[in-house]
T-cell receptor
Framework: KQEVTQIPAALSVPEGENLVLNCSFT??????LQWFRQDPGKGLTSLLL?????REQTSGRLNASLDKSSGRSTLYIAASQPGDSATYLC?????????????FGEGTQLTVNP | DGGITQSPKYLFRKEGQNVTLSCEQN?????MYWYRQDPGQGLRLIYY???????QKGDIAEGYSVSREKKESFPLTVTSAQKNPTAFYLC?????????????FGQGTRLTVV
C-alpha cells in the first residue's frame, strides 16, 4: 500500500527566505506527483504536477523535483512571502485495477513571518 | 467558469440522520473522488468513480454511500452508520488517462454532528 510522508510537519520562516518542503513515498510505481496548497477551511489548489517521466516542474517562485527511483520529491519556494503561508500537500498518483487514485501526505504547515 | 462545485459549504447533522453532500463538475472529467480530511491530517479516500454507473470503495468507505448516475455529478451520503462523521469533505475530479491525470478540487463541505 502506498504511503506518503511529508517533512517537516510545520515550518516557520522569516519573509524572504528560500525554503524546501520534502515528500517521500514508498511505492515508486506512480504516474505523477502533485503539489497542492490549502488555505484554512478551503479546498485544495493545484500548484505543480510532475509526470512520472519528468524530473522537475517550475511555476514562478515554485520549483518541484521528482526522483521516482528513490521515492522523493521536493518543493522549493524562493523568496518566501507572507502570502505563501498555508498548508502544502503532496499527493502521488498510482493505478490500481479499479482505476487511478491519489494518496496524500499529511502536509506541511508553512508560516512566513513579515 | 469551469470547475467543481460542492454544496452546501456547511452542514449540520443530528445523530441518526443521513445527509447527502453534493458535488458537481463541468470539466467533462470521467473520474471523480471523495476525500475526508480531519484536523491536522491529510486526505483519506472514501469512494471513487472512473465512469458513470461505476464506483469503488476507497480506504474508509464504511458508513458512506455514493452514486454516479451522471458524468457531472457524484453525491456522497453520510449514513447513520458512520460513527464519527464530523470532518471536512472534499470532492475532486480528473481526466481518465495515464498521461494526464491532474486532479482538481472543490471548496469542500464542513459537516458537523450536533
Amino acid at each position: 500500500k502506498q504511503e506518503v510522508t511529508q517533512i517537516p510537519a510545520a515550518l516557520s520562516v522569516p519573509e524572504g527566505e528560500n525554503l524546501v518542503l520534502n515528500c517521500s513515498f514508498t511505492d515508486s510505481a506512480i504516474y505523477n506527483l502533485q503539489w497542492f496548497r490549502q488555505d484554512p477551511g478551503k479546498g485544495l489548489t493545484s500548484l505543480l504536477l510532475i509526470q512520472s517521466s519528468q524530473r522537475e516542474q517550475t511555476s514562478g517562485r515554485l520549483n518541484a523535483s521528482l526522483d521516482k527511483s528513490s521515492g522523493r520529491s521536493t518543493l522549493y519556494i524562493a523568496a518566501s512571502q507572507p502570502g505563501d503561508s498555508a498548508t502544502y500537500l503532496c499527493a502521488v498518483g498510482s493505478w490500481e485495477t479499479s482505476g487511478s487514485r491519489l494518496t496524500f501526505g499529511e502536509g506541511t504547515q508553512l508560516t512566513v513571518n513579515p | 467558469d469551469g470547475g467543481i462545485t460542492q454544496s452546501p459549504k456547511y452542514l449540520f447533522r443530528k445523530e441518526g440522520q443521513n445527509v447527502t453532500l453534493s458535488c458537481e463538475q463541468n470539466l467533462n472529467h470521467d473520474a471523480m473522488y471523495w476525500y475526508r480530511q480531519d484536523p491536522g491530517q491529510g486526505l483519506r479516500l472514501i469512494y471513487y468513480s472512473q465512469i458513470v454507473n461505476d464506483f469503488q470503495k476507497g480506504d474508509i468507505a464504511e458508513g458512506y454511500s455514493v452514486s454516479r448516475e451522471k458524468k457531472e455529478s457524484f453525491p456522497l451520503t453520510v449514513t447513520s452508520a458512520q460513527k464519527n462523521p464530523t470532518a471536512f469533505y472534499l470532492c475532486a475530479s480528473s481526466v481518465r488517462q495515464r498521461s494526464n491525470t491532474e486532479a482538481f478540487f472543490g471548496q469542500g463541505t464542513r459537516l458537523t454532528v450536533v
